[in-house]
């Protein structure tokens, strides 16, 4: 049985950032999610001077100073509160929790999955996720719904932009304008014109 949500050996390797587009944003409460496709893992630093997030790679100079930064997932969701296909970000304890789930009852592209939060603050926020009673296979129209390319979208941070930061300076944008377009042919929401970092929530 194919589980996307077993940890593999190359998992470690993985490095990649956000951008600022549609992110699932959860306050406490209940929430019922769908999700599309395997969790990106990723790595990222903060930049006080800068007030930004950097995403690291294997050979990232603040990693190798000793600031090993935040491991983090991405997945792309269906948000069955809105119908709208966004990127969710998680941490180490989320993800085990939906591994748990996928090895018991199969991957949860599948069916939906109930989140519950508790808390407002890390430190005391607490993620309860249970899988849906009944499998619901995702609908021809949602089977055509584009989803986030994360591998674009959560891309390392150049070099030369982490330089940038660590002194303080923003480099300015080639073009001022997000633009996000449909990639028809391999069923993907691309976005093009922002090479800046947000804060992560």
Same mark, same amino acid.
């Given at each position: 049985?194919?589980?996307?949500?077993?940890?593999?050996?190359?998992?470690?390797? /993985?490095?990649? &950032? *956000?951008?600022?587009?549609?992110? +699932? %944003?959860?306050?406490? !409460?209940?929430?019922?999610?769908? =999700?599309?496709?395997?969790?990106?893992?990723?790595?990222?630093?903060?930049?006080?001077?800068?007030?930004?997030? /950097?995403?690291? &790679? *294997?050979?990232?100079?603040?990693? +190798? %100073?000793?600031?090993? !930064?935040?491991?983090?997932?991405? =997945?792309?969701?269906?948000?069955?509160?809105?119908?709208?296909?966004?990127?969710?970000?998680?941490?180490?304890? /989320?993800?085990?929790?939906?591994?748990?789930?996928?090895?018991?009852?199969?991957?949860?592209?599948?069916?939906?999955?109930? =989140?519950?939060?508790?808390?407002?603050?890390?430190?005391?926020?607490?993620?309860?996720?249970?899988?849906?009673?009944?499998?619901?296979?995702?609908?021809?129209?949602?089977?055509?719904?584009?989803?986030?390319?994360?591998?674009?979208?959560?891309?390392?941070?150049?070099?030369?932009?982490?330089?940038?930061?660590?002194?303080?300076?923003?480099?300015?944008?080639?073009?001022?304008?997000?633009?996000?377009?449909?990639?028809?042919?391999?069923?993907?929401?691309?976005?093009?014109?922002?090479?800046?970092?947000?804060?992560?929530?």
């Amino acid at each position: 049985m194919d589980n996307n949500w077993r940890d593999n050996e190359q998992e470690a390797k /993985v490095f990649s &950032g *956000p951008k600022n587009f549609v992110r +699932l %944003s959860m306050s406490e !409460g209940e929430y019922s999610i769908r =999700v599309l496709g395997a969790p990106k893992l990723y790595r990222y630093h903060w930049i006080d001077a800068v007030n930004r997030t /950097v995403i690291c &790679g *294997p050979d990232c100079e603040l990693c +190798l %100073s000793g600031d090993r !930064g935040q491991l983090r997932y991405v =997945v792309n969701v269906i948000d069955r509160k809105d119908g709208v296909v966004k990127m969710w970000e998680f941490g180490r304890r /989320v993800k085990a929790s939906i591994m748990y789930i996928a090895e018991k009852y199969g991957d949860p592209i599948n069916y939906d999955l109930i =989140v519950n939060r508790k808390g407002m603050k890390a430190e005391d926020t607490v993620y309860t996720i249970l899988p849906a009673r009944e499998e619901n296979p995702l609908t021809e129209e949602e089977k055509k719904m584009g989803t986030y390319d994360l591998e674009k979208l959560y891309a390392i941070t150049p070099k030369e932009t982490v330089e940038a930061y660590l002194g303080g300076v923003i480099p300015e944008r080639k073009d001022k304008e997000i633009v996000e377009t449909k990639d028809k042919e391999n069923n993907k929401i691309v976005t093009s014109g922002d090479n800046d970092l947000p804060t992560l929530d």
